[in-house]
């Protein structure tokens, strides 16, 4: 089994970086493989709205600049879980991860590629935001679908300069416990396949409120 993990931090080993190494330890300990794609430091354009890929139903965002984030989409589509990982930005998602998860999960919500997969959210703070901003990621998650692990508190670890989460003990324990209850969870999805059938997909439905 693989799980791929985004760090949406513009630093390549800051506080969401060494957040997501505590969890991805966890499924390693259980023979899970974990790739860590950095997507903090890239320039993404945000979603353009246009709708194309509900049209083209190709798995593919149109927008060809930083073709990165349909190399990204494709192995979300191949992982069997997903870890969404962001500093907080002004109580929020980092601006480039924010950018890259509108674009991705829009693309995939049409397709329902990661419906049943197993998903988590991770936030590395200072002081204050971190559950607005793990409830931001949740929501993707949520969007398409995807379970959800849980620890023995919200997902949030604290810190300053890198390397400051080490002084956060529960916050280490937060992400070790996340780490256990996933490779748990993946397990359980593994092991049920052909063996558990999955609820049957409905097709989506659009509701718009003009009065």
């Avoid at 800051?14 to 899970?32: C, P």
């Avoid at 991860?97 to 829009?106: C, G, P, V």
């Avoid at 919200?154 to 300053?160: D, M, R, S």
Wanted: aromatic share 8%.
């Amino acid at each position: 089994m693989k799980v791929v993990a985004f760090n949406g931090s513009p630093k390549v080993n800051g506080n969401t970086r060494q957040a997501i190494d505590i969890v991805a330890a966890e499924l390693k300990k259980e023979g899970i493989e974990v790739e860590v794609i950095h997507v903090g430091n890239k320039i993404i354009r945000g979603c353009l709205a246009c709708g194309q890929c509900r049209v083209k139903l190709d798995d593919r965002c149109i927008i060809k600049d930083d073709n990165y984030v349909n190399e990204w989409i494709q192995k979300m589509k191949e992982a069997d879980g997903v870890i969404l990982g962001s500093p907080v930005h002004y109580s929020a998602i980092a601006g480039t991860m924010k950018s890259f998860l509108d674009r991705a999960f829009y693309v995939m919500g049409g397709s329902s590629m990661l419906r049943n997969k197993v998903g988590a959210s991770i936030v590395a703070v200072r002081r204050s935001g971190g559950i607005p901003t793990f409830n931001q990621l949740n929501n993707f998650l949520n969007y398409c679908e995807l379970t959800m692990p849980t620890s023995n508190y919200w997902n949030v670890i604290h810190g300053t300069a890198p390397g400051d989460i080490e002084q956060d003990e529960e916050g280490k324990q937060i992400m070790r416990v996340l780490g256990k209850n996933m490779a748990y969870l993946l397990k359980l999805v593994e092991n049920g396949k052909g063996k558990i059938e999955s609820p049957e997909l409905e097709p989506k439905t659009y509701t718009h409120f003009v009065r």
